[in-house]
């Protein structure tokens, strides 16, 4: 029975994380307040509290979120590619990327406050986003270990998964904040290009 209890808490806390969410795209980080993240989690102020005991705390609960879903999304953008009979490593890690950080600015860019989120976000979630770029980097590096598995890539014996898998999530938050901006449809090409480019090369020594 307790068990129970604590799965529909759960699942009652991702939902509400999930209004809070459209509720930060929707006013931003700096306007909103607990008053009308309430309403816009059709909810009272007090029962908000029993979630969140302020705003900062939802900000950080809805950034969880979408890095969570992020990571989930390209694990499985890369397994479609490799379910497919002529699916290759570079296709399988361009689809990761473009989940993992496509889905999150494409996303942002819905808002007409995406500055103030992201600005809010290296403020007050600086620790989550820490903790999620290291997760990151580990799942892109079992990523590239099991492509290797499958023959479908070999690394030089000189780097290792874990270096490639940093510097792919570095090229990835590159192509988001390069100047001029990538246009959201633009994105899936430029990850690729970049994806191919630190895999395979672009230089003869």
Known sequence: MRKKTIALSLASHLKVTGRAREAF??????????????????????????????????????IRLENSEALEAGHRAAQKVLEKPHGTALGAVAEWI??????????????????????????????????????????LAKLLRDLQDKKLLRLERTVTAQAVARLLADGARGVNQTRPPVSNSALPRRYREMCNAILYGCAKR
């Open 25 to 62: 795209l929707r006013h931003g980080f700096e306007a909103i307040t607990m008053v009308t993240l309430a309403k816009e989690c059709d909810m009272t102020r007090r029962a908000l509290y029993y979630y969140f005991s302020n705003k900062e705390e939802a900000f950080r609960a809805m």
């Open 98 to 139: 473009d989940a993992r950080y496509g889905n999150t600015r494409r996303n942002l860019s819905t808002s007409p406050f995406a500055k103030d989120i992201n600005d809010a976000a290296f403020r007050v979630c600086a620790d989550v986003l820490n903790e999620f770029a290291k997760r990151t980097h580990a799942e």
